[in-house]
């Protein structure tokens, strides 16, 4: 059987695992699909089966007998999606600010940051994968949940790439958001540490969460936070506020649904502001919150100034 395409690893993606090389330089499918993919044999490097986790090597052949465009034994209907005009245009018009080496979005509500068992449209998807795309070669270097709005950093180049992974792992990037939760705060500066718990590789793993949070605005049924995570784990601020019985208003997965009170709000969590060094020099990104935000903010009369944060 011959095999539908190969491909012969350059510098670029050298040492990155063969699934994130997979998503990036073939198709973002589902980890699931890519996982079975490679058990069944269907990828192939230097003409062996390895697991997802390979980290691929300079000038490794990779080979794909899978016909990833057309086979729906690959590609379940539900996982296709082709971004429309109006879609990459919506992207386009939310970009903050770009050079040559990366961009900033103000990222829309309700948009997946990139393809998921139970997602279809997505940013990363949008940016690949439209037919007269500007961004051939996108490098996610952090997350956003789809209901959370705000800042988005996306790299175009490898190199850039790098940087920022680097950075926001050895959190030498600073991370401010805006949360509007229930209730009010004794303390109006502090810290939050909570041991969560996540399932990785079908193991439980307890990993330790910090969080500084300041009050900016409160009235007798809600607060305006500000939140400067230090760690960067799955849904952490949502989680941790959740734990401490101060939900960001909108949460429905980490609240029971019958006390909460805004359930049929959007989530009320903006990233607002990202800060780090470049050759020396502070690089700072800002937003203003979306208007629903706004717009509650001011019915409830939280008051703030973003520039005084």
């Not at 997802?52 to 990833?68: C, G, R, T, W």
């Not at 409160?218 to 607060?223: G, I, M, R």
Request: aromatic share 10%; hydrophobic share 30%.
């Amino acid at each position: 059987m011959e095999p539908k395409h190969i491909f012969k690893i350059k510098e670029d993606f050298e040492n990155i695992r063969l699934d994130k090389w997979f998503k990036k330089k073939v198709k973002p499918l589902p980890q699931s699909l890519i996982e079975r993919t490679l058990r069944k044999g269907k990828i192939l490097v230097n003409g062996k089966k390895v697991k997802s986790s390979y980290k691929i090597m300079l000038n490794d052949e990779i080979k794909i007998y899978a016909d990833i465009d057309n086979d729906d034994k690959i590609i379940k209907k539900k996982y296709s999606y082709l971004p429309s005009k109006k879609d990459y245009d919506l992207i386009k018009s939310s970009i903050l600010f770009e050079n040559e080496h990366y961009f900033v979005l103000n990222k829309p509500y309700n948009l997946a940051v990139q393809s998921g068992t139970k997602t279809g449209k997505n940013i990363f998807d949008i940016l690949k994968n439209f037919k007269e795309t500007e961004y051939l070669t996108p490098h996610l270097v952090h997350r956003l949940d789809a209901e959370t709005t705000g800042i988005l950093i996306i790299s175009k180049t490898y190199k850039s790439a790098k940087f920022f992974s680097e950075h926001f792992k050895n959190q030498t990037i600073k991370k401010s958001y805006l949360a509007i939760v229930d209730g009010t705060f004794e303390n109006k500066k502090g810290t939050l540490k909570n041991e969560l718990t996540y399932i990785e590789n079908n193991k439980e793993k307890i990993h330790l969460s910090i969080t500084n949070y300041k009050v900016i605005s409160e009235t007798k049924d809600y607060t305006l936070l500000i939140l400067n995570p230090e760690t960067g784990r799955k849904h952490q601020l949502r989680r941790q506020l959740s734990f401490i019985k101060h939900p960001i208003l909108g949460e429905k997965k980490y609240t029971n649904k019958s006390l909460n009170k805004s359930k049929e709000l959007h989530l009320m969590l903006h990233a607002y502001k990202v800060e780090f060094s470049l050759n020396n020099k502070k690089i700072t990104h800002q937003v203003d919150p979306p208007l629903y935000f706004k717009d509650f903010c001011k019915e409830q009369k939280l008051i703030y100034e973003l520039n005084n944060l």
